[in-house]
């Protein structure tokens, strides 16, 4: 397969005139000029983004926890109707409303989505037959979509620091460390079948684990595959961060440091509530920080350091969480924004040899994504995964003319999504802004949200 484009964002920056070569899903060659064969891309062509942080479920939540009663709510309120929530959600359900997701993802311009993913019972507390069948609902979800799948199946076992028992409430998420690394086991049968997946774990928190089965489990996937992505919620929320210092003493990010081998397969989630210590911690560990801004903005969780934190070479990625938004777009445009509100400066999250702050975020979010995901997408370059998004050309020469341009005028100025095409690992997912499946999802997924809402 050739692709041919006038403007590629390259790991060097933009190039001009470009065919790329495409085999087996991976970049071969970028070559100069249009080679015969080539199919000519309607806009500038950039790396497709990864979504480091996704509870798929929670897609048919959003908008349903808005209603405030007198400045009392909180991200604990909003859990407790998350949880009546999800409750009544079965296998199919599941399948219908994580397609439907992704496929809004894929549209919105992310190629690859790490999947934290927590709903492992019937709604009783019973595993299902297949212990990973919820699972399978995911690895489905994502083949029908078309995006790549980092499957991380979340370790939850208690409701508290220090080992408290889980509550109801969290009947579907729990399992001892043993069923859990059978369940992960079965996971990494199930991604065999599925190309462009893996599998990693989730720790859900240190809320919901402790040492001994912290060790159990990291020992357990490792064994599977050494370089397995882990991903852990971290310091979100002040009162978890008291709870912490109230059962040992220490914070959350320094309790996982002084217990645990961080390194560069982790992936903190939200890490909000950090020291400066803590966060040149992160930055010198080389793992990377899952900024989630829209979701952490809508659960009033704070703001996270990320000025600080990228002057220290910190990694970053971003992902949709919650899915309040599903628009790479958004969240970075937050990033940006929330650091100007707070030191009432422009342009902050730029350097010296980047300027601009679009590009310096796009390209930063998309290495740190990879990274977070264990996939082989940080760049467009030779090498690398094909997952690329074409910018539709009439909409972006409404505000830039010059390359350089580009990629601040689509973070700071794209009001109609800009994402043309998209392709993942070179196959054609959307194309002119239509996803094959998107009128049959939508029907099947007003389906499954009326009838889970009757319930509610
Ligand atoms: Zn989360």
Not at 66 to 74: M, T
Not at 198 to 221: K, Q
Not at 349 to 370: C, D, F, I, K, M
Request: hydrophobic fraction near 40%.
């Amino acid at each position: 397969m050739k692709l041919y484009a006038q403007q590629i964002f390259t790991d060097t920056g933009w190039q001009s005139d470009k065919t790329l070569v495409i085999e087996e899903g991976v970049i071969t060659a970028i070559n100069s000029g249009f080679e015969e064969g080539a199919t000519r891309l309607k806009g500038p062509v950039i790396p497709g983004m990864s979504n480091c942080h996704s509870h798929a479920f929670q897609r048919a939540f959003v908008g349903m926890s808005e209603q405030g009663s007198e400045g009392q709510d909180s991200f604990w309120t909003w859990r407790k109707v998350m949880y009546g929530f999800l409750g009544q959600i079965n296998p199919d359900q599941l399948q219908t409303i994580a397609t439907q997701l992704y496929i809004e993802m894929l549209k919105a311009g992310y190629t690859n989505v790490g999947e934290f993913h927590y709903l492992h019972h019937q709604s009783d507390g019973k595993h299902y037959q297949n212990l990973a069948e919820m699972s399978s609902q995911i690895f489905k979800a994502a083949d029908n979509a078309g995006i790549a799948l980092t499957h991380l199946p979340v370790a939850y076992q208690y409701s508290g620091f220090g080992s408290q028992p889980a509550n109801p409430g969290q009947c579907r998420f729990i399992n001892d460390a043993d069923q859990f690394n059978q369940l992960v086991s079965n996971c990494f049968d199930l991604s065999k079948e599925y190309a462009e997946s893996r599998v990693g774990i989730a720790p859900h928190s240190l809320r919901a684990t402790d040492l001994p089965m912290l060790n159990d489990i990291l020992g357990h996937v490792k064994s599977l595959d050494a370089s397995a992505p882990i991903h852990i919620h971290i310091a979100e929320q002040q009162q978890e961060v008291n709870d912490s210092l109230a059962f040992s003493q220490k914070r959350p990010v320094q309790w996982l440091y002084d217990n645990i081998d961080v390194d560069q397969h982790w992936c903190l989630i939200h890490a909000t509530h950090l020291t400066q210590s803590e966060r040149q911690g992160i930055a010198k560990s080389k793992a990377v920080a899952g900024i989630c801004p829209t979701t952490e903005a809508n659960l009033g969780d704070g703001i996270f350091p990320t000025t600080e934190y990228l002057e220290d070479d910190g990694v970053i990625a971003i992902g949709s969480d919650s899915h309040i938004s599903v628009n790479p777009i958004e969240e970075l445009r937050w990033l940006e924004y929330a650091q100007r509100l707070i030191k009432q400066q422009r342009a902050i999250l730029a350097t010296s040899e980047q300027a601009s702050v679009g590009a310096n975020l796009w390209q930063r979010a998309v290495q740190g994504g990879a990274q977070s995901l264990g996939r082989n997408c940080d760049s467009i370059s030779v090498g690398k995964k094909a997952d690329l998004l074409v910018l539709d050309e009439n909409k972006v020469s409404l505000f830039a003319h010059q390359s350089q341009h580009i990629l601040d005028s689509f973070i700071f100025a794209s009001h109609q999504n800009p994402v043309r095409d998209v392709f993942v690992a070179g196959n054609w997912v959307v194309e002119d802004g239509r996803h094959h499946l998107e009128d049959s999802s939508a029907e099947q997924y007003r389906n499954v949200l009326k009838t889970l809402s009757a319930a509610l």
